[in-house]
């Protein structure tokens, strides 16, 4: 079988350590060329395993070799170089945020429909392993629900690049945001992923935001979902470090009537995850055992899958939007302190 030539556009944080690097675990891929505006990354990459360095995305997008590009950028320049790619006839795994604002999404639905190939969006928290047994234990699972609580807190800001203000992260022209929008639209999928209903009001306060998010290291967030169960994300980049020992705090928990689930994911990296149960009148502790591919991996061969099989990614377009969707209201219900509803 042909191997399916890859490019991947942005070789930052993600684009080295998420993309290319599971690309090249992937069997029945072939990385063809690789591009980014900064041209030091050319020496990083020997072309013997990367294939040709480009500072124009325009010049992947024309070579017959490359079936799929990978877009690992800053959200701004997601929107062009993704229709871009789909005009060109290639497969596009767009990192999240999707895009910028929703038109943009639409935009690229109705592409990807004229010229048929799919946009996978890279929500890559999805596959975390604990998570498919969860998913598993809430379809088994007869008693109401009532609530879902997604809790990230971690020392980001002190240690990581994105202290210096001129980042990306932080300049609303090229972002949505900074802590909600890179971390907490993981939360929002996960949680429209496992309840399998849509969020219809989000009330939300994040910090900074108002200043052109500069310090938009926190945020709360609740989201009423069309199924009745309210979620909460609590979400900080700012904890100090001595919390829970040095540890980030990421627990994932569904309460309902006499039943609650409990994912802590952070062990999940360090040792044997498990899930804490409470259902039939009983506490149970579920071990499972350690996933040795990481969730990039899996996102990876999921994307590259469904590529040989012509089949639309699990993680579409759709979900793009549907999280953008979210991730926008709840900073217009920070900014405006009311309540956002969404269409049905
Ligand atoms: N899925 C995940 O778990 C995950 C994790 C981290 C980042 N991300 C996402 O990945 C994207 C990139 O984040 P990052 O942390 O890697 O950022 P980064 O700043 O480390 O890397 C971005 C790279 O894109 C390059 N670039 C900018 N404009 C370009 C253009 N027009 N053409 C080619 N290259 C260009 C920059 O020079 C830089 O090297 C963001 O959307 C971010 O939200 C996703």
């Not at 498919?132 to 879902?148: M, Q």
């Not at 907490?184 to 949680?191: E, P, Y």
């Not at 990296?269 to 499972?288: A, C, G, V």
Request: one cysteine or more; glycine letters at 6%; charged letters at 25%.
């Amino acid at each position: 079988m042909r191997k399916i030539g890859v490019a991947v556009i942005g070789l930052g944080f993600a684009g080295s350590n998420l993309h290319l690097v599971s690309y090249l675990e992937n069997k029945n891929c072939k990385i063809k060329a690789i591009c980014d505006v900064n041209r030091n990354y050319s020496k990083k990459f020997p072309p013997t395993l990367f294939g040709e360095f480009t500072t124009d995305y325009r010049e992947i997008l024309g070579r017959v070799d490359v079936d799929a590009v990978s877009i690992a950028t800053p959200p701004k320049f997601h929107y062009l170089i993704t229709l871009d790619a789909l005009k060109a006839g290639k497969h596009v795994l767009c990192e999240k945020p999707f895009v910028m604002t929703l038109s943009q999404a639409k935009d690229i639905m109705v592409a990807e429909k004229k010229y048929g190939k799919h946009v996978m969006v890279g929500l890559t928290f999805r596959y975390l392993k604990p998570f498919f047994e969860f998913k598993k234990i809430l379809s088994d699972n007869k008693n109401p629900l009532i609530s879902i609580r997604c809790t990230e807190f971690e020392l980001l800001l002190k240690n990581h690049k994105w202290d210096k203000w001129e980042d990306w992260q932080f300049n609303p022209a090229m972002s949505p945001g900074a802590a909600l929008s890179e971390s907490g639209t993981h939360l929002i999928d996960r949680m429209r992923w496992l309840l399998g209903s849509e969020v219809r009001k989000v009330y939300a306060t994040t910090s900074g935001y108002e200043n052109n998010h500069k310090k938009d290291h926190s945020a709360f967030v609740i989201l009423h979902f069309a199924n009745g169960v309210i979620g909460e994300i609590s979400l900080s980049y700012q904890v100090f470090s001595q919390y829970q020992n040095d540890k980030a705090l990421c627990l994932t928990e569904i309460f309902g009537n006499d039943f609650y689930a409990c994912v802590n994911y952070q062990d999940y990296f360090k040792s044997n995850p498990s899930i804490t149960l409470y259902d039939n009148y009983q506490w149970k502790n579920l071990k499972l055992d350690v996933d040795p591919k990481n969730p990039a991996q899996h996102e990876i061969d999921a994307f590259i899958q469904s590529i040989i099989q012509n089949k639309k990614p699990p993680i579409t377009s759709y979900d793009g939007y549907k999280n953008l969707e979210v991730l926008l209201a709840a900073y217009k219900s920070s900014k405006t302190g009311k309540p956002v509803t969404l269409n049905e």
